[in-house]
Structure formats: structure tokens, C-alpha cells
């Protein structure tokens, strides 16, 4: 990494820290390769495809650091959880989880189409293809937060993107040849703050050496002080949770 700042292969509002929105600098085509979420991707089209119906992006493919066979972990399964406060009172519990499950319609259904795209001819229109694309007000109005309470698997589905269908599930086939099981699955851990506490200040001088205002020669010491101030206590209580479940 300190060789790719080095040869100023980053934005130079990126490496100097100025707080720049890689999103702008990435969909105003000022840089090529960003990180973001899976969602980031439908976010770019949505803000580039109006202006320029060309843009095609893509993810980039798993790799291993030592250019050897990538080790991927999965998504936990209960990593998204939605809780209803207690003495609600049976009529409000029972509205509630009548939204729940209405978010949780599957694919395809009038139920999904509707949280998913909102109202035909007001959030949305069917193109040539009969795929959904947004109006201006639905690109506004429509969210798919509501996949975050659904409790439902999501679906590749949003065919008005030209090839991210088809390259989204390339790139997810490609990667499950990779995952492994992580031992940590299905653990809700609630870690010491004073762990924590080690982490910023730890990564603060780390990046200082990527961006070249420390030498590479103090990483072993800045290893050493994060081991001091809280790593090696770390390294002990996610032993023993693993231990706990026996998994370790």
C-alpha cells in the first residue's frame, strides 16, 4: 500500500485525508477502483446511467494477498436482527409484525414490488424489457431499506441495469467457491471498550505510514504498542469466547 501512495496511484483528496466522498470522485469518473457495499453498485447507476447510458461498472473478482487461492467467509445469517420493545400491547405487536411481514414477501410478488419500486406511474414505469426503472420522484421516495427488516434473502432482480444481473451473479459464483466456515457464525459478542479503545489510535498510525508520514520500519513497534495496550487482552477474550461454543 505505501508503494501505490507512493506513486500517487491514490486521489490526492483521498490521501491527504481531506475527508473526500470517494462516491463523487468515483462517479464523476476521477477515479477507477473504489470500496463500498454491494449496494453501492445500483447506487452508481442510479446517479450515472441518466447522464451516460454507456457507464458500465463491475466488482472486482476475490483475491488472496499472496496471489494464492482467496479464503472468503459468508454472510452470518443472523446479522440482521429486528427486535419489538416489550409491553407493546398485543394489538401494536400484531401491526407490527404484520409489517414484517409484508417486507418479507418474496421476489416477484405484488407485495415485494410495491416496497421495492413503489407505486406504478408515480415511483416507477416498466421499460421495453418490462423491467421496473425509478422516476425522478421515485428515485427520491423509493428505498430498499426495508430488505433490513425483512427477514428474506435478497434477490439479484434489477434487470433495468444493463449486465448487473448477469455480472453480479458471475462475481457471487465465482466467490462461493471460496467460503469457508467463520468460527465466529451466529456469536452476538459484546467486547470490553477498553479493546476497543486501542484500535483508532493504532490505525491512525498505520495509515500515517501508508501515506508516507512515518517510515515502514516503526510497524513492528506500532504492533508492539497495540499488543501493549489492549490487542493481546483481545486476542485472549475472542479465545475464549470461541472456546465458550466450542469452537476453538
Known amino acids: 500500500m505505501r508503494r501505490v501512495y507512493d506513486a500517487r496511484l491514490v486521489h490526492p483528496d483521498i490521501a491527504s485525508g481531506s475527508g473526500a466522498n470517494s462516491k463523487e470522485l468515483f462517479n464523476s469518473g476521477k477515479i477507477l477502483l473504489t470500496q463500498d457495499g454491494f449496494g453501492g453498485w445500483t447506487e452508481a447507476y442510479q446517479a450515472i446511467l441518466p447522464q451516460n447510458p454507456d457507464f458500465r461498472m463491475d466488482l472486482v473478482p476475490a483475491f488472496a494477498h499472496d496471489g494464492g487461492t482467496p479464503s472468503l467467509h459468508g454472510n452470518d445469517p443472523s446479522n440482521q436482527s429486528v427486535f419489538i420493545k416489550k409491553g407493546l400491547g398485543e394489538e401494536k405487536v400484531t401491526e407490527i409484525l404484520a409489517i414484517l411481514n409484508y417486507c418479507a414477501a418474496p ?42 427488516i425483512s427477514g428474506r434473502n435478497n434477490a439479484i432482480a434489477e434487470s433495468e441495469y444493463p449486465d448487473y444481473v448477469e455480472s453480479f451473479t458471475a462475481w457471487f459464483n465465482d466467490a462461493a467457491q471460496y467460503t469457508e466456515d467463520n468460527p465466529f457464525e451466529g456469536i452476538r459478542i459484546q467486547r470490553p471498550s477498553s479493546y476497543a479503545s486501542a484500535e483508532q489510535p493504532t490505525e491512525d498510525r498505520i495509515t500515517d505510514i501508508l501515506r508516507g508520514r512515518r517510515e515502514v520500519s516503526e510497524l513492528g513497534d506500532i504492533v508492539a504498542q497495540w499488543r501493549r495496550d489492549g490487542g493481546d487482552a483481545a486476542r485472549d477474550f475472542y479465545g475464549e469466547v470461541l472456546a465458550e461454543y466450542g469452537r476453538d
Not at 115 to 143: C, F, I, M, Q
Open 107 to 148: 421476489f416477484g410478488t405484488a407485495e415485494y414490488m410495491a416496497y421495492r419500486y413503489g407505486e406504478e406511474g408515480t415511483h416507477h414505469e416498466l421499460n421495453d424489457d418490462g423491467a421496473p426503472e425509478l422516476t425522478e420522484l421515485g428515485h427520491k421516495e423509493v428505498s430498499n431499506g426495508y430488505l433490513f
